[in-house]
């Protein structure tokens, strides 16, 4: 028994012997004894990305410069739950290529696969044809018409008059690669990966938008919302640069929990008032919220070290803290750690400490919980 | 001619807690909770909490067993209703079933470690 790994229901029962050298995510440095690594939150161990919960604009102004060359789709409702662990293996599911590249000539087949897979006037799709992302002229001409299709469509709906100046308009977006000017932007901010690392992109602000380039001036239709929207952020960081730079350069970091067993049914998760100070948080509201969520109860000892019943790795826990973490410490509007949790007639309010916003959270529920062990234990009736 | 004080109408007549119609007001009403909890030694226990009454849980306690080959049972608990408990790590297993068969990713919401 005393042999036995750490508990983890995941593992098959055949890796048993090393399952503590290899699931332990700190491997051999996990020394109890050992002080944990200063800093880990952003990355996990594996080399995981991990953002704090969905990207603000901000950031994906700052993405979309940098990433545009891969635009990928993403579960929305996953995003701040998924982003936070960035889940690299998800991020390599996710794009569904069609297998042969470039042969669009032969069999149309694949083509109208991706077509029908991809969100229909969203943005760029992925079509068989701009597959090759090193060749980017050709992909950006591609996607853009069709991301220009409705736009045009609506156009012509408008009126036929207009019909030459949107053939204009038409060549204009075809042939000029330069300032990039409608919402190409944003399309891409669709579809491409929300829960990247934002940090981890450089922070280079989008062009800024010389008055002029505009491509409503050439012709006399009206600006689009998106147009206008990519306008107001490349000025706003035209003019404010720390906008940017402040958000990529901040990282918010926790050392990771310190988990060891204490005899062979409880583990002692040591850091908990350090994690807890650090987040800005009662360390009751922490330690209520990791036990509803694991499902267990325990107790704090004598030297501010947390008793949990049950066996828990430590990669186990910093999943719960995680978790924790989107929920009740990050601004769910600017994302910023820097927040206050404050209970008004029962109900938690957290106000963010740097965009002003406030919200109420949900409080934390514990739910069924079934009965485990001897039914003598608990005579209630 | 109507005598305003012979109205039937009472403005002092308590017109009850206008959250206290739904029976929680903590927004849990409209998740389904995928639990986990630690037995003894390896072994662990899959709770599914909150199906929404549309849903025979018999019926997919059924499927559950026979689909994840585990077993299972339906606990009735006073205060959260039918729970679906089954036997083993089965959450990634439920919300990928739940999801195929229609239900909205969304509401559903899985705990523990």
């Known amino acids: 028994m005393s042999e036995e790994p750490l508990f983890d229901p995941s593992l098959k029962k055949r890796k048993k012997k090393n399952v503590v050298f290899i699931e332990d995510p700190l491997g051999a440095d996990a020394d109890p004894t050992k002080p944990a690594p200063e800093t880990i939150e952003s990355t996990t161990v594996n080399g995981e990305a991990v953002d704090l919960g969905p990207t603000t604009a901000h950031e994906l102004m700052s993405k979309s410069g940098a990433s545009e060359a891969k635009p990928e789709k993403k579960d929305k409702e996953e995003e701040d739950y998924k982003a936070m662990f960035g889940d690299m293996k998800k991020k390599k599911k996710k794009k569904e290529i069609p297998m042969d590249f470039g042969d669009d000539s032969g069999t149309s087949t694949p083509v109208k696969v991706a077509e029908e897979n991809a969100p229909a006037a969203d943005g760029p799709t992925i079509t068989a044809d701009d597959i090759d992302f090193s060749d980017m002229k050709k992909k950006k001409k591609s996607s853009k018409k069709k991301a220009n299709f409705d736009l045009d469509a609506f156009e012509k709906e408008i009126g036929e008059s207009k019909a030459k100046a949107s053939k204009t308009e038409g060549g204009y977006d075809d042939d000029d690669e330069g300032p990039e000017p409608d919402g190409s932007h944003l399309d891409n901010i669709d579809e491409e990966e929300l829960g990247d690392d934002p940090f981890a992109q450089a922070g280079d602000a989008p062009v800024g938008l010389d008055a002029g380039t505009e491509p409503w001036l050439k012709s006399d239709r009206d600006y689009t919302y998106q147009e206008l929207l990519t306008r107001f952020y490349a000025s706003l960081h035209a003019a404010n640069p720390s906008l940017l730079s402040s958000a990529s350069k901040k990282r918010y970091t926790i050392a990771p929990p310190q988990l060891f067993r204490e005899g062979n049914k409880k583990s002692i998760f040591a850091n908990v008032t350090d994690i807890c100070k650090k987040m800005h948080r009662q360390p009751e509201h922490v330690i209520q919220y990791l036990f509803a969520e694991m499902g267990t109860t325990g107790s704090v000892d004598g030297a501010g070290r947390l008793v949990i019943k049950g066996r828990f790795q430590q990669k186990q826990i910093e999943n719960v803290l995680r978790r924790y973490m989107v929920e009740y410490v990050t601004c769910k509007t600017c994302k910023s750690p820097d927040t206050l949790l404050t209970k008004e007639n029962r109900i938690f309010f957290m106000a963010c400490e740097s965009c002003g916003s406030r919200r109420s959270v949900n409080a934390i529920k514990s739910g069924f919980q079934a009965q485990v062990g001897k039914r003598s234990k608990n005579k209630t009736g | ?113």
Do not use: W
Not at chain 2, 14 to 42: C, F, K, M, W
Not at chain 2, 80 to 102: C, H, P, T, W, Y
């Open chain 2, 1 to 113: 001619m109507s005598v305003q004080n012979l109205n039937s109408y009472d403005p002092f007549a308590d017109e009850g807690d206008p959250l206290g119609d739904s029976a929680d007001v903590g927004s849990t009403s409209e998740y389904i909770h995928i639990r986990i909890q630690q037995r003894n030694g390896r072994k662990t226990l899959t709770t599914l909490q909150g199906l929404p009454k549309q849903y025979d849980s018999k019926k997919l306690l059924k499927a559950f067993k026979k689909e994840f080959a585990c077993n299972g049972t339906l606990v009735d608990d006073e205060k959260m209703g039918q729970v679906i408990q089954l036997q083993g790590d089965q959450r990634a297993k439920i919300s990928a079933f739940l999801v195929e068969n229609g239900l909205e990713k969304s509401t559903i919401k899985v705990h523990g470690f």
